[in-house]
């Protein structure tokens, strides 16, 4: 898989970035900005391997990625206020990383075992989009990807794409499908600012309380 | 367990409904809003079995209950603006709910061959009251649960009714008898206002830091 | 280990007082407060012993410190008018908690046959840290450990030194050689008010977006 390798290296890359960006604009220091970078690359895949038995997780055995974001967190660190420009190769590092976890994600479900649409779809969901929403938590925003542009959808088509693409093509083959179907629903969200429906409230904002 | 099996649904379809509202309330797009309300439904007992090592969680398994969330959410979706109106029956669904999942998670245990008090307990708390914890932390509110009214503790006082039931009766009957303690108890703070003591600080609230 | 059980105890107790002191500052009810105080105390080690597959974590099997944090939460309850005079003896006391249970998840690893480094640390790490982590986002606050003074690193430099002090002295010598090393890092912290590095943003406060 050795496409698909580099594309998780990027998608590691640009997850970590935006982990230690967002820990720096809430003016965490060195240590909170380098885990928020951590935790955003690599938290996804961490819930995936705990959902269905892996302990310790992978990232925990083999820190590669943990390295990789580490670096990533440092250099955001020194470059910071010169790194805005860049802002859509960001983007769209973060989109390569989103198809490519998807791909990862439902990959470890199929070879556990497990075939139901359903559970492999949630562990391409849960190690494309579970690292961006612990980074939002302990940064005490609402998470990103439940208000905002197509960016859990894109990985939940791009992981019900790769089922059915099993049935036709081998598993390679199908996990660029997957990697391609996500990427580029995501970034053709970004460029024509596409969002999913919000319910538009008849009074004013009403919080609801149970 | 027939009768039981009812209360979940009913309970499932409430916490769904919160899920859903407060999703919406916080402006969250069709899919946080669902994803709040699947979180809201099931995410206790996810917890609940990643504690005792049941892996993948049962709700990841057999999606039955994530289906009944995810209808529900789409429900409030469209009828938001007039479900207002619904308020108590939300409130009775959402008791009967916390009676139903909290006899399941002590059930959940004891099928586990845990014995102690506390476990017991505790699964039976983490089933009823989890979901909404994560609901709160995803939308970024201080849990209700930890502030407001008599909650966590109908749970606790079900839970614990179940394990001297089970002395007497036989495990059917003091499932029952667990769930109309915490159902009761709950339903009762509710109309009566009941409370938690609180501290009431001497001087302007000063905030504790570390 | 006798003197480190001791540390342990110390630890829990202080932990326990942090969780329920900014639970009653947030507002919270008993049930709230001391949930805070049992999660602060002993978040880092259920954290802990699901990311390397011990389930039900020990801290459900064995609720001896859940029940040392109930009581230092009704204490709190009770006086937290008071407390404020103990400002330094809690402080003093989370460094020592600090520092022991930064110890106890190292050792940890150790005994379930780990060798990397990296596990070793994380799991020290996490055990250190983990339920001040869990306090700070059910409290609704950035957490602690991420934007102020030094305190994972503590943790994280002890945790290194016990990997080498294992190598020329025994586990129990090296255990307390972590210890001492966390906790003198961390007073030492808190005396001469050392911190991280932040980045200093060049314009206003801009707040980083996908």
């Given at each position: ?19 230690a960006?967002?820990g720096i604009?809430?003016e965490m220091d060195l240590f909170g900005t380098i885990f928020l970078a ?32 580490i670096?990533?967190a440092l250099i955001v660190f020194i470059?910071y ?130």
């Open positions: 898989m050795g496409l698909m390798h580099v594309f998780e290296i990027i998608g590691t890359v640009a997850f970590a970035i935006s982990g960006m967002v604009s809430k951590i935790t955003t690359a690599v938290g996804g895949g961490v819930f995936r391997d705990l959902i269905i038995g892996i302990t310790p997780p992978t990232a925990f055995v083999n820190p590669y990625f943990c390295v990789i974001s670096v990533s470059f206020n010169k790194l805005n420009k860049l802002n859509n190769i960001i983007q769209i590092s973060d989109a390569i990383g989103l198809g490519a976890f998807t791909a990862i994600g439902c990959n470890v479900a199929i070879n556990h075992n497990f075939t139901g649409t359903f559970i492999i779809v949630s562990l391409g969901l849960f190690t494309g989009v579970g690292g961006g929403i612990l980074r939002d938590v302990f940064a005490q925003e609402i998470p990103f990807v439940f208000t905002k542009e197509i960016y859990a959808v894109a990985s939940i088509l791009g992981a019900i794409t790769l089922i059915y693409a099993r049935k036709i093509f081998d598993g390679y083959t199908a996990s660029y499908i997957c990697f391609f179907t996500t990427f580029i629903i995501r970034v053709l969200s970004i460029k024509c600012g596409l969002h999913l429906p919000k319910v538009r409230s008849e009074k004013e904002k009403s919080k609801f309380t149970l």
